[in-house]
């Protein structure tokens, strides 16, 4: 398959490169959804360099992102973490939903991007590792209002110096993403599809319902379109049905709005 082009609509590259120049770490601030991940590769690759990722949730711990010790054949062996390797190797290293964290693990990354950017191999021999000069670290987080995410502390706030935030494109942009990713045949349709998905966002964000669809529910969309799909099926299997899981009340309000748009 081939690959999809990033959009870049608000100039973000542009920023992660002055940041990356200037060896200052970026934090992207955003719901889901809305191409934070897209955005860093795309920007790795412009950059030719090697990207090392992590996706924070309440299972990470400190060994993910230091190392473990392994027992083979009689020997024990120190296996490095990603953080550890990125900073060897001088890599872009993304931190996705780090606000997901435990504290115990944000506060051992906080060792390691504070101006000495090193750390200590407590775990193993206890060297001192000290990132390559062009290391580069972007992190992003979901607002509080998503399910398992906590506000970042200060001093860890305070690592980042540059602050992306990435909301929700205007309509005209995400019609031009999602036809990036379909083919471009049922552009009044998807069309219609962009404006039920604002219509959920903003009442998501005034908190009327408990879900907001993303990017990825528009492209869906129109992907279920090229496949033979009626519009308005699309739209409920795409942006209506998984209201049903807070109650048939919120999951009719949608169906709905859904009808208004698509017909009965």
Same mark, same amino acid.
């Given at each position: 398959m081939e690959e999809v082009q990033y959009l870049d609509w608000n100039n973000s590259i542009d920023i992660l490169k002055k940041a990356y120049d200037a060896g200052l770490f970026v934090l992207i601030i955003g719901p889901k959804g809305t191409g934070k991940t897209s955005l860093v590769r795309e920007f790795a690759k412009n950059q030719c360099t090697n990207l090392e990722s992590i996706n924070f949730s309440l299972r990470t711990r400190e060994s993910h992102l230091?190392?473990?010790?392994?027992?083979?054949?009689?020997?024990?062996?120190?296996?490095?973490?990603? *953080?550890? &390797?990125?900073?060897?190797?001088?890599?872009? *290293?993304?931190? +996705? !939903?780090?606000?997901?964290? !435990?504290?115990?693990?944000?506060?051992?990354?906080? !060792?390691? =991007? +504070?101006?000495?950017?090193?750390?200590? =191999? &407590?775990?193993?021999?206890?060297?001192?590792?000290?990132?390559?000069?062009?290391? /580069?670290?972007?992190?992003?987080?979901?607002?509080? @209002?998503?399910?398992?995410? &906590?506000?970042?502390?200060?001093?860890?706030?305070?690592? /980042?110096?540059?602050?992306?935030? *990435? !909301?929700?494109?205007p309509e005209d942009v995400e019609l031009e993403i999602v036809k990036k990713h379909v083919s471009g045949e049922h552009e009044t349709e998807i069309v219609q599809a962009i404006k039920l998905a604002n219509t959920l966002r903003q009442a998501a964000a005034v908190e009327e319902l408990f879900y907001?669809?993303?990017?990825?529910?528009?492209?869906?969309?129109?992907?279920?379109?090229?496949?033979?799909?009626?519009?308005?099926?699309?739209?409920? /299997?795409?942006?209506?049905?998984?209201? @049903?899981?807070?109650?048939?009340?919120?999951?009719?309000?949608?169906?709905?709005?859904?009808?208004?748009?698509?017909?009965?």
């Amino acid at each position: 398959m081939e690959e999809v082009q990033y959009l870049d609509w608000n100039n973000s590259i542009d920023i992660l490169k002055k940041a990356y120049d200037a060896g200052l770490f970026v934090l992207i601030i955003g719901p889901k959804g809305t191409g934070k991940t897209s955005l860093v590769r795309e920007f790795a690759k412009n950059q030719c360099t090697n990207l090392e990722s992590i996706n924070f949730s309440l299972r990470t711990r400190e060994s993910h992102l230091i190392g473990t010790k392994t027992l083979t054949e009689g020997t024990v062996s120190f296996d490095e973490g990603i *953080l550890i &390797k990125s900073m060897r190797e001088g890599d872009l *290293l993304y931190l +996705d !939903e780090i606000n997901s964290a !435990e504290a115990d693990v944000l506060l051992r990354l906080d !060792e390691a =991007l +504070d101006d000495r950017r090193q750390i200590a =191999l &407590k775990e193993s021999t206890g060297e001192v590792v000290k990132a390559k000069e062009n290391w /580069f670290v972007v992190a992003t987080i979901n607002p509080l @209002t998503h399910s398992g995410t &906590k506000e970042l502390p200060p001093q860890l706030l305070s690592r /980042f110096p540059v602050r992306i935030r *990435l !909301e929700y494109p205007p309509e005209d942009v995400e019609l031009e993403i999602v036809k990036k990713h379909v083919s471009g045949e049922h552009e009044t349709e998807i069309v219609q599809a962009i404006k039920l998905a604002n219509t959920l966002r903003q009442a998501a964000a005034v908190e009327e319902l408990f879900y907001s669809p993303s990017l990825r529910e528009t492209i869906a969309f129109g992907k279920l379109l090229d496949g033979g799909m009626a519009p308005k099926d699309a739209a409920n /299997f795409v942006f209506g049905n998984v209201y @049903t899981q807070w109650g048939n009340i919120e999951y009719q309000k949608v169906s709905d709005i859904i009808t208004s748009m698509f017909g009965s």
